[in-house]
DNA sequence: AACCATGTTGACCGAATGGTCAGAACATGC
DNA sequence: GCATGTTCTGACCATTCGGTCAACATGGTT
């Protein structure tokens, strides 16, 4: 994992990280993404850390040297990802209508859920135990993007650019349809007799955004 | 639990199933609904035997008399739910058109989210950690009853009753949003400021059977 | 080179967990 | 009411877990 081998030298002493923090960033990264693997694949009380330090390739006690506690290298990995969450957020703002905005919101998600499963997969149950760690967020920046997204939407509705609908059950819909490729990709493969390849992952886009927009009263083609 | 106020004797002993089979179904039913709960609250590996016999209120050593491990209890509660969700596939069954089969298919669905959300978050643990007890069911039952479904899908589009649009995905995006209400049901409760009432329920139903139905191309009102 | 702060690690610990078991309590057929 | 098989349960056990710690290694600074 890390690069003993080649002699790279302290350099100056000014400014630049240096070995000690480049390499303490580097293997925090290292337990945070094994840490959301072995998460994802056996939820928190069926991870150990034992598993996490296999996964990567650390001794035990190294782990808790960066991260005290479980708990606390847990809650990092749900932070992180609902630091990515709120990227694709973006995607929604600044267009110019529901087309464009929810079209590419979609695609933001569904590429979500295939660069993150994992990322997904800890959120996902998370949420589902009844978001011991992350329920303030739930209240706050949640509460406040639904909401402000929800404004956006009733407002294309008055405009007459889009059907009449519910906004948090569209919100919803758009959450539970592109999250489900992640978190029920392992049903999907079998499904599709093996993993999705890139035209499938098209294909897959495609027809969300087709079945979407046409849904809340958006052509196909616009 | 058991009702041992009344004095009920034992009858005749022919075809009656008698106290002492009547109560076993009843003990067994008790630790399968304890053990659904704290496997959906907890997770499997976050459950303990001592959380399911304290939430059946029996000692715990009386859980292995039924079960002799926590995986074999286990698999009892995902083949329940499995059987749960096979019923609903039957309202697809028998429909005159596309309209009436995925709107009834949509109303079962919500309303096993409704009925049983634990149940539908233990199934998407389950799915989620790679379908460790179920494989099997996923690779038989599931592949079959979906490649039946889509096969009258696909007739439905060539008969020019609905859009065409990819089975699958179709399917997918069904799955996806009614099970959300049951697996994201507390990431709901907390954007809706409070449980969802009937009449929330209903508006969800409504919400949904509209955004699907008019994007499979078909109007609102059929 | 000497020093110190930062990392690293094997060995260890108390607590909790899944599971066992011998015997008590019970229902039932005779 | 006695014999017999079933059900129930407290006490117990081996293992595993999260976490600790003292000793050691390393990198940077003077």
Sequence with gaps: MTDKTEGNRPKNGRGTPGRREANRIATEDTILHAAESVFAEAGFGGATMQMIADTAGLPK????????????????????????????????????????????????????????????????????????????????????????????????????????????????MLWATTQHYADFGHQIEVLNHGPLSDADWEAAKASVKAMVLRGIGIAPGA
Excluded: C
């Excluded at 590419?104 to 800890?122: C, L, Q, T």
């Design 61 to 172: 006690a190294n782990l808790h040297y960066y991260f005290a506690t479980k708990e606390e290298l847990y809650r990092k990995v749900v932070e992180r990802i609902f630091g990515i969450w709120l990227e694709a957020a973006n995607a929604m703002d600044g267009a110019a209508g529901p087309a464009e905005g929810i079209g590419a919101y979609i695609d933001a998600k569904m590429e979500i859920s295939r660069r993150h499963p994992n990322g997904s997969k800890v959120w996902a149950s998370e949420v589902m135990h009844g978001a011991p760690v992350v329920q303030d967020y739930l209240e706050t920046t949640l509460r406040d993007w639904t909401e402000g997204r929800a404004r956006i939407i009733r407002r294309w509705i008055a405009e007459g650019r889009m059907a009449e609908v519910d906004p948090n059950h569209l919100l919803y």
